[in-house]
C-alpha cells in the first residue's frame, strides 16, 4: 500500500494524459470529500452549566485562519490546559459528548482551559482538513495566544482526542512551551488508519483504487502529503516531557495498537481503558478520566 501512496502524484497525472477523466473526477469528489470539515457546532456555552468565561479569537501560527474559542480562568492558575476536539466536533465536545465535567475538575486544579474550534469546525474559519498536519498550527495558535495572557513555558499543557490527539503530538514536538500532553485515542501512522478505514467510510469498494488520486488532490490543495504524516516519529521528540496516553482497547475506528506505538516511540505507557468505541474512555468512567488528567497536568505543569 506504501507503494501506492508513493505512485499518487505519477498515477494521477498518466491517467489524466491518457483520457482517464472520469477517474479523475472521481478522484476530486473523494478528496472533497475527504477533506470538508463538519462544522458541528457546540449547541450551549459554559455559561449555561454556571461556568463563567470569554469568547476570545486568535490566529493560527504563521497562518491567516482566525480561530474561536471560550476561555475559563481558574481563580488561583498555576497552569493552563487547551482542549482540542477532533473530526466534526468543536469546542465542548472534545471527548464526544460535553466535556464540561472535565472543565470544572481542572478548574478547581487550578488549571485555567482554553476550548478552541479548529479550523473548519464551530466559529473559526473554513479550512480543508488535514487530520492533525495544518490542524497542529491551531494548537499553537492557542499556545501562543495564552503565553500572551501571562502564561509562562511549561506552564501550559494539551489534551487532544482523535485527531485532536495527534495535532496535540504534532505541536508539542514543534513547540516547547508545552510543558505537558494528553492524547486520547490518536493514531501513530495515518496511513495505516486510512487503509483500515478508508473503503469503509468512503463506502464504495473502489475507494483504495481512487485513493492515490484523492490524495494526490490533497496535497495540490493543502500542501500536506497525509499519508506521510506519522505522529508516533514526532512522539520520539517528547521523550523528555509528561505524555499520558489513553485509548479504548475496543476502538475499531483507530485500534490500541496506535496508543502502543506512541508509547514505544515516546517512551511512556497508556491508559487502555477496558471500554468499546473510539474516544470512549470519558464517556464510560467520566470520575476516573477527570481524576487521573487533572492529576496529571497538575504534577506536571510549573506553577506559574
Given at each position: 500500500m506504501n507503494g501506492i501512496f508513493d505512485m499518487a502524484l505519477a498515477t494521477t497525472g498518466g491517467l489524466m494524459t491518457a483520457g482517464g477523466l472520469g477517474y479523475a473526477m472521481l478522484a476530486v469528489a473523494v478528496a472533497e470529500r475527504f477533506t470538508s470539515a463538519e462544522r458541528g457546532a457546540s449547541g450551549f456555552t459554559p455559561r449555561d452549566v454556571g461556568l463563567a468565561y470569554e469568547d476570545v479569537r486568535f490566529h493560527a501560527r504563521g497562518d491567516d485562519v482566525?480561530?474561536?474559542?471560550?476561555?475559563?480562568?481558574?481563580?488561583?492558575?498555576?497552569?493552563?490546559?487547551?482542549?482540542?476536539?477532533?473530526?466534526?466536533?468543536?469546542?465542548?465536545?472534545?471527548?464526544?459528548?460535553?466535556?464540561?465535567?472535565?472543565?470544572?475538575?481542572?478548574?478547581?486544579?487550578?488549571?485555567?482551559?482554553?476550548m478552541l474550534d479548529l479550523r473548519g469546525h464551530g466559529d473559526s474559519d473554513p479550512a480543508r482538513l488535514t487530520y492533525g498536519c495544518n490542524e497542529r498550527l491551531d494548537v499553537l495558535g492557542a499556545v501562543d495566544w495564552l503565553v500572551e495572557r501571562g502564561y509562562r513555558p511549561g506552564t501550559i499543557g494539551v489534551l487532544g482526542a482523535s485527531m485532536g490527539g495527534s495535532a496535540a503530538i504534532a505541536a508539542a514536538a514543534e513547540e516547547p512551551a508545552i510543558g505537558a500532553v494528553v492524547s486520547d485515542s490518536a493514531f501513530a501512522d495515518f496511513a495505516a488508519v486510512l487503509r483500515h478505514?478508508?473503503?469503509?467510510?468512503?463506502?464504495?469498494?473502489?475507494?483504495?483504487?481512487?485513493?492515490?488520486?484523492?490524495?494526490?488532490?490533497?496535497?495540490?490543495?493543502?500542501?500536506?502529503?497525509?499519508?506521510?504524516?506519522?505522529?508516533?516519529?514526532?512522539a520520539r521528540r517528547l521523550r523528555q516531557r509528561p505524555l499520558l496516553l489513553i485509548h479504548s482497547k475496543g476502538d475499531r475506528f483507530v485500534t490500541a495498537e496506535h496508543a502502543q506505538r506512541l508509547a514505544d516511540a515516546a517512551g511512556t505507557e497508556a491508559w487502555l481503558s477496558d471500554t468499546e468505541g473510539h474516544v470512549a474512555t470519558f464517556v464510560a468512567q467520566p470520575q476516573a478520566y477527570g481524576e487521573r488528567v487533572a492529576g496529571f497536568f497538575g504534577r506536571h505543569l510549573v506553577r506559574a
Open positions: 482566525r480561530l474561536a474559542g471560550w476561555y475559563l480562568g481558574a481563580r488561583c492558575p498555576r497552569g493552563a490546559v487547551v482542549l482540542v476536539h477532533g473530526r466534526g466536533a468543536s469546542k465542548g465536545h472534545e471527548l464526544t459528548v460535553q466535556a464540561m465535567a472535565l472543565v470544572r475538575r481542572l478548574l478547581d486544579a487550578e488549571l485555567s482551559v482554553l478505514n478508508f473503503p469503509r467510510v468512503m463506502r464504495t469498494r473502489l475507494a483504495l483504487a481512487l485513493l492515490p488520486g484523492a490524495l494526490w488532490w490533497v496535497r495540490r490543495w493543502t500542501g500536506v502529503a497525509l499519508q506521510a504524516f506519522r505522529p508516533a516519529e514526532l
